[in-house]
């Protein structure tokens, strides 16, 4: 079974080809990404409709070099598999139309795919897949969440974001120190010069007793800092960063322990953008190491939005008879779409 997979959600286009054939974990047979960064920068974050009109002009050609990079023929598909949602609903809707015309003009099936359950999925595409069940970090620009995963399909909330993300937390924090789009990157390579003790900053509901996250409160404290000091010279604005990153990555980590305690599993699986974040990996490998627990993370390419993570997320749930492929072209999207509404 070969699904293609197509990603539209913000300000990525995506395209990769699964080989679903027999019992095991898919494999990925080719892949092609366009990021819209660097249109978006000059605005200093994504525009909607521009990210639409730019997935209208990438998406076809990313489909071509992914089925020459298999050399692999259009009528191989047997599944065309797209982001459903959530996301933006313009950038949904070009993805989600072109995978039902390209299945209807091919008289193949499509499915829907939920954008997060292809980042929790997304460390089945490495060479050191996890094993069920274990505990999910999903972490990226608008999700915050802690998921028990049991099997693809079968997942149990147990903690999610109550304001800011803490990819939001990164990103509007560098906004803040008048850093560059995208921002959270920005910050942890600004945090790499500085010292993460130099600023007190809160870690909200660090001591709560659940499982919830909030950062709308760490970007107000930036902001904060920023404001009582007035012009900061360049290595107050590293010292600030690092003290940010550090604020963030121990809310992470202290809230991911506790998930593994409170359900005694020994695997942690970290998704979505944040999960790149070098000082996010070390602390949460050092400190699982010293527990037993192993970690799992996509590979660094496939951290961020991808095609790849859509064709597993739907070969996957179609090999374990979670979803039916469907003939009915006609579609929708759903910019917002829990994850535990699947």
Not at 100 to 106: D, E, F, P, V
Request: include cysteine; proline fraction near 4%.
């Amino acid at each position: 079974m070969q699904v293609l997979g197509i990603e539209s959600s913000c300000d990525e286009t995506g395209v990769a080809l699964v080989d679903a054939a027999g019992a095991g974990v898919p494999r990925l047979r080719a892949a092609a990404l366009y990021s819209q960064i660097d249109m978006h920068q000059a605005y200093g974050g994504v525009v909607p409709e521009l990210a639409s009109r730019d997935h209208i002009r990438r998406v076809l050609p990313l489909a071509r070099e992914v089925l020459a990079q298999a050399d692999a023929q259009i009528e191989d598909i047997d599944v065309v598999a797209f982001t459903r949602g959530p996301g933006l609903a313009g950038a949904l809707l070009v993805g989600a139309g072109v995978a039902c015309a390209l299945a209807a003009a091919l008289d193949k099936p499509t499915l829907g795919v939920h954008h997060l359950e292809g980042h929790l999925l997304s460390p089945f595409l490495s060479a050191d897949p996890p094993d069920f069940p274990f505990i999910a970090l999903l972490v990226s620009g608008g999700h915050t969440q802690l998921m028990r995963v049991d099997d693809v399909g079968r997942y149990e909330m147990l903690g999610e974001t109550i304001d800011d993300a803490a990819g939001e937390a990164f990103d509007k924090s560098a906004k803040l120190m008048g850093l560059g789009y995208p921002g959270g990157p920005a910050l942890a390579r600004l945090a790499e010069m500085g010292n993460a003790d130099a600023f007190e900053l809160p870690r909200p509901l660090l001591h709560s007793g659940n499982l919830d996250f909030s950062f709308a409160g760490l970007k107000t404290a930036v902001m904060t800092q920023l404001k009582r000091r007035g012009n900061v010279c360049e290595q107050d604005l590293a010292d600030l960063a690092a003290s940010t990153q550090q604020a963030i990555v121990d809310v992470l980590t202290k809230k991911s322990l506790a998930a593994l305690k409170q359900t005694g599993l020994t695997r942690l699986v970290v998704a979505g953008g944040v999960g790149a974040n070098r000082h996010l990996r070390e602390q949460l490998d050092a400190q699982c190491a010293k527990r037993g627990v192993r970690v799992h993370y996509p590979e660094l390419h496939l951290c961020t939005d991808n095609g790849a993570m859509i064709a597993m997320a739907a070969a996957l749930r179609l090999q374990r008879g979670r979803a039916t492929a469907q003939r009915d072209y006609a579609f929708d999207v759903k910019p917002r779409w829990s994850l535990d509404q699947i």
